[in-house]
């Protein structure tokens, strides 16, 4: 029997009840296959900061080190709570991207998918949206200005200032451009590739780097897209997308944006891809505006248990099951808060119930 060993990371603010959910999933998945997961909860994030005055622990690196694969809930607190905790040691800074840095995640697969009988979840017109929509933005995750040197200070002139630079060099370019032409040479052999090369340099060498490796993909087709051209495209026409690779900044931004386009970030799983080692999380942040209230949407923490079941443990036929199953639970009328419209004929139902329902839909 193979088994695997997860750490838990269950996170802040709405964290702990969508992970409850996929981990129940995860369970009977467990059941039926010969399989089994060593599930190791671990703290991460301000709930850790606030028990051990540490947002990313020892404890929990050793516990990462060790796992096959990390599960990830998100961290954060609301703007004013955030102001409690010292900044080097706040959920993003202190747990978040170290995280990514020790695994060097450098891959984040975001699929933003909606399937054509749930298209109404989508705020854009049924003429647009109404086929569905099937595309993976591939977010670079351990460079640009996120990573790159930071320095604030007062300046000559008595003024604070700030300064973040944006770095990148090209192999950072070139393995996550491989990562996307690779990924589009198994789907719709079409690429868009975000840039801003008309105002920074560091997108003009990815374009340069695009272009060397799409040498090595000739079948795959390669559109350069202005980033801020592709958000409008996002909202007109988001169907003309397949995979969309892109640097760091921009994908954070315009991945929420396809979380809007799909009526709810809580639809959007990701898996944040390393070299020896993945993590996988919601796109999505804590909700502390709803954490607590058992509305939270679990379908990107189950769908991040899907991403891990398939790309951790080679086991695509149980990943296809649970997208299936979660999909089933909302062609069948159910739906959580996040995507219940006014005057909508659908039974709303909380996180609990949505993950039973799911864990009953596998099991059939
Ligand atoms: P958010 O993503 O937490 O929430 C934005 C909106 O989406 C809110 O209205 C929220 O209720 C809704 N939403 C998010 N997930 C949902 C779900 N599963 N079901 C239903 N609705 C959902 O963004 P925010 O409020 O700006 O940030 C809150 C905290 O999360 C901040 O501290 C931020 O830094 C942090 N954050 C963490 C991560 C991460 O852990 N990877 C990512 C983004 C933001």
Redesign the pocket.
Known sequence: MKSYQIAVLA?????EQ?MQQALKALRCIEQRNEVSFELIPAPF??SAWFESGKSFPDETMEICDQADAIL????????E??KKIPLEQ???RGA?LPLRRRYDTYANFRPVRLPAELSHFSPLKEEIIGAGLDLMIIRELVGGVYFGKKESGVNAQGLRYVVEQLEYDEFQIERIARVAFQTAQKRGKKLHSIHKSNVLKSSVLWNDIVAEVGQDFPDVQVENVLVDAAATYLCLNPGQFDVMVMENLFG?ILS?QA?GVLG?????P?ACVGPQKSYY??????????AGKN???????IGSVAMMLEMSFGMQHEANNLWKAMQSVFVAGYS????SKPGASVTMVG?DEFGDRVVAALEK
């Not at 990830?72 to 703007?79: E, N, Q």
């Not at 709810?264 to 959007?268: K, N, R, T, V």
């Not at 999380?281 to 709803?290: C, F, L, Q, V």
């Open positions: 996170g802040d603010g709405i964290g969508i994030g301000a990830k809930g998100p961290i954060g607190l609301s703007f709570d955030t706040r959920p993003e978040l954070d929420d979380g709810s970030l809580g639809l959007m990701s999380e919601p796109a999505h942040g804590s909700a502390p505006d709803i509305i939270a949407n679990p379908y990107s923490m959580t808060a996040d995507l996180t």
